[in-house]
């Protein structure tokens, strides 16, 4: 079992920037790939940004060049630096991790970003 606990979300001005966190725990052997999602109401769910076990990365290109995804390996924590936000970013933001046996997820943080 993993869980998952995101912190970091928050109110900000266009413009701005939050950091995303997302701890990993419980019992595993290992985490592959980390990502992050967001979901606003009505819509599916979207993939954000993806780092591999490894550290190769993939991001949407709605976010490309504003958000950076980060992990640290040892602390089985992922990141996301969101800078230049604009208010199409406004959303809840999930984590989610991949293990062998299956993907995991966390309980979202709210992003919101005024005009």
């Known amino acids: 079992q993993v869980q998952l606990v995101e912190s970091g979300g928050g109110l900000v001005q266009a413009g701005g920037s939050l950091r995303l966190s997302c701890a990993a725990s419980?019992?595993?052997?290992?985490?592959?790939?980390m990502r992050w999602y967001r979901q606003v109401p009505g819509k599916q769910r979207e993939l954000v940004s993806l780092?591999?076990?490894?550290?190769?990365?993939f991001s949407a290109d709605s976010v490309k060049g504003r958000f950076t995804i980060s992990r640290d390996n040892a602390q089985n924590t992922v990141y996301l630096q969101m800078n230049s936000l604009k208010p199409e970013d406004t959303a809840v933001y999930y984590c989610?991790?991949?293990?062998?046996?299956?993907?995991?997820w966390g309980r979202g943080t709210q992003v919101t970003v005024s005009a």
């Open positions: 780092i591999t076990r490894g550290g190769s990365t």
């Open positions: 989610n991790a991949q293990t062998s046996a299956r993907d995991y």
């Open positions: 419980g019992s595993f052997f290992r985490i592959n790939a």
